[in-house]
């Protein structure tokens, strides 16, 4: 089934229960998708432009997105409304919540990342410096570490509870280089 889009699409993401479809892209728009039926539920802007991510928590009840307008909107996935406006630095790049539901990460333009403790009504908890804009993060299925990828062409492990640097590896060269462990 093809869905209804308008602009180039950024980052898509699938309700962890199966039942939406979200999607973001250039025109500044957030599209939630009925799954089953193939119907829009909503069309959302959560700010500004270029709408670089989008994530579901793991009970599917929230869905973020995040804009090149320094903020990430958090909204409840059942209705729509807007539950939270997270501000930053940098234009979000990336954002991935922990499995387990505690933890909200997100990555920006300026090389941060800053984890949110979601259960303490998104307070924030800790920021790390990277060397360069973080495109993607993901946590570990435990919930324990997470991978940060960063324009500096490095990909970290952190340890979430301590921020302690767990491993790092460096790509040497361009498009198939090898990889060197720091």
């Known amino acids: 089934r093809e869905l209804l889009r308008h602009g180039e699409v950024n980052a898509v993401a699938s309700s962890p229960d199966g039942q939406l479809l979200a999607c973001c892209g250039d025109d500044a728009l957030l599209a939630v998708y009925d799954l089953a039926t193939g119907a829009t539920m909503r069309w959302e802007r959560p700010g500004g432009n270029?709408?670089?991510?989008?994530?579901?928590?793991?009970?599917?009840?929230?869905?973020?997105?995040?804009?090149?307008?320094?903020?990430?909107?958090?909204?409840d996935a059942a209705t729509g409304a807007r539950l939270r406006t997270l501000h930053f630095g940098g234009s979000v790049e990336s954002s991935d919540f922990s499995r387990c539901g505690r933890w909200l990460a997100?990555?920006?333009?300026?090389?941060?990342?800053?984890?949110?403790d979601v259960r303490d009504h998104f307070r924030r908890r800790r920021?790390?410096?990277?060397?360069?804009?973080?495109?993607?993060?993901?946590?570990?299925?435990?919930?324990?570490?997470?991978?940060?990828?960063?324009?500096d062409n490095t990909v970290s492990l952190y340890d979430v509870e301590t921020g302690e640097l767990?491993?790092?590896?460096?790509?040497?060269?361009?498009?198939?280089?090898?990889?060197?462990?720091?």
């Open 166 to 182: 767990c491993r790092r590896r460096r790509r040497e060269g361009g498009a198939g280089g090898a990889s060197k462990k720091d």
């Open 50 to 75: 270029l709408i670089f991510t989008v994530k579901f928590s793991p009970d599917s009840s929230m869905v973020v997105a995040g804009s090149r307008f320094m903020m990430l909107a958090v909204y």
């Open 127 to 151: 920021v790390l410096r990277r060397g360069g804009a973080v495109p993607t993060v993901a946590f570990s299925p435990d919930s324990a570490t997470i991978a940060i990828g960063s324009w």
């Open 106 to 116: 997100v990555g920006d333009f300026t090389g941060a990342v800053t984890f949110f």
